[in-house]
């Protein structure tokens, strides 16, 4: 089995920027693309970002130009630079590692 274990999610004034990082621990030869995804109550769990182990990357529009995602393999972590915040980025951040593997989240919030 494999944990993800997420940091870096603070409360951030808008224009500002944050990175997020997620360590995964336990039976790790098993990922292949990790990536974030990010939650507000009421609504549905969205694609942030993902990369595959070779670096391939994905983004979602509403963050491209802004965000970045980045891969240790050696350290299997997987980050999230994010800059020029905005208030709608306000969520909880949740590591994605495969199918039904997720961290516990990391909420960011962004104030106006």
């Known amino acids: 089995q494999v944990q993800l274990v997420e940091s870096g999610g603070s409360l951030v004034q808008a224009g500002g920027s944050l990175r997020l990082s997620c360590a995964a621990t336990g039976s790790t030869f098993s990922i292949n693309a990790m990536g974030w995804y990010r939650q507000v109550p009421g609504k549905q769990r969205e694609l942030v970002a993902t990369?595959?182990?070779?670096?391939?990357?994905n983004y979602a529009h509403s963050v491209k130009g802004r965000f970045t995602i980045s891969r240790d393999n050696a350290k299997n972590t997987v980050y999230l630079q994010m800059n020029s915040l905005k208030p709608e980025d306000t969520a909880v951040y949740y590591c994605?590692?495969?199918?039904?593997?997720w961290g516990q989240g990391t909420q960011v919030t962004v104030s106006s």
């Open positions: 994605w590692g495969g199918v039904g593997v």
């Open positions: 990369i595959t182990r070779d670096g391939t990357t």
